[in-house]
């Protein structure tokens, strides 16, 4: 990545109550790309109280290509990566920690890594220094978790360094805790996607704002990313199906019901016989799935036509030959 290199980088930074480690951080970042290449660097201060803005605001006149932007309140780590997302000019958009876990040293690695044909290079922390039980742990079972659910092995989705293509992010609406779910939503597209191996550096100050309870909102956004990966444009296909489950069930409640009425010896009255009140219940429940499936694809297409979103994504177009661009060569 040379001094003439076409690409313009953006470098977005989340900050959240990092004061002591801001300074520190803008010199690395400023040491690994200065004479490399044409950047931006985007901090933003998500309701910090720790007197952080301040200090972003030194640091946003320290330079030109230094942009500030602060919330009102802490709206989380989401939220402040897809304001720096829409904000960015650059061609290759870079996040990272503001805790100075994430190596700045490393980001010149990754934007190469682009120019192998990749779309999104994907750090990963192998050798993370971070406390086993409550990070590195369930770090690891969530990956293999998020893998198998979205198809997309990665073996560290929560490292927030990473280099996207601009073009890579432009559809991604992000909400909750989904920025970790970016490549998985971006291969809906079909972009290309890698990982490197990044250097990850214990914390030296401050103190992290991750627990376990973080755990349990990634799971409940799993879901939804399975939900929306599979059946976003066909929810009929899942509540269907579990209306044909409750069917089914219905059926040979009711069959059992039949067979105790009537073949069994001694025969079970109906009055008594809680399968009949199953059976009634099940049916219900099927015929309630069913009805929600159909809802939910009219709510889909609604959707679909009022955003003017396709459901699909076109890489290239080869149009027909015109007939005056027909060869010419029969005999006149």
């Not at 301040?54 to 402040?80: D, I, Y």
């Not at 304001?83 to 870079?94: D, K, L, Y």
């Amino acid at each position: 990545m040379g001094e003439s290199s076409d690409k313009q980088l953006s470098i977005v930074v989340p900050v959240f109550n990092e004061r002591e480690n801001l300074e520190a951080l803008h010199e690395e970042i400023r040491a690994a790309l200065d004479g490399r290449c044409r950047y931006e660097i985007i901090y933003i201060d998500d309701g910090s109280t720790d007197g952080g803005f301040e200090l972003l605001q030194r640091l946003h006149q320290s330079g030109p290509n230094v942009r500030v932007v602060r919330f009102r309140k802490n709206f989380g780590q989401t939220a402040a990566l897809a304001a720096g997302f829409r904000m960015a000019r650059g061609t290759v958009i870079v996040p990272l920690d503001a805790d100075r876990q994430n190596d700045p040293a490393d980001i010149p690695r990754l934007v190469e890594k682009l120019d192998e044909g990749y779309d999104i290079v994907s750090g990963w922390r192998k050798k993370r220094r971070d406390t086993f039980i409550t990070r590195t742990l369930p770090s690891r079972m969530g990956n293999w978790l998020i893998g198998k659910i979205t198809g997309v092995k990665l073996h560290d989705y929560g490292c927030t360094l990473k280099a996207y293509r601009a073009a890579s992010l432009k559809d991604i609406r992000l909400y909750g805790e989904m920025h970790r779910f970016i490549p998985a939503l971006a291969s809906w597209g079909g972009e290309r996607i890698t990982e490197m191996v990044v250097n990850h550096r214990p914390r030296t100050m401050g103190r992290t704002k991750y627990g376990l309870s973080r755990t349990f909102k990634v799971i409940l956004d799993l879901i939804t990313i399975k939900f929306l990966a599979s059946f976003s444009t066909k929810p009929i296909y899942v509540f269907g199906g579990l209306g044909g489950l409750c069917l089914l069930g219905s059926i040979l409640s009711g069959m059992a019901v039949l067979y105790y009425k009537y073949l069994a010896d001694p025969p079970i009255n109906m009055n008594r016989n809680p399968l009949l009140v199953l059976t009634m219940m099940l049916m219900t429940t099927a015929v309630q799935f069913i009805m929600l499936g159909l809802l939910a694809e009219i709510l889909v297409r609604t959707y679909h036509e009022s955003q003017g979103r396709p459901i699909y994504v076109v890489e290239q177009v080869l149009e027909a030959t015109s007939p005056s661009d027909e060869p010419t060569d029969r005999p006149t």
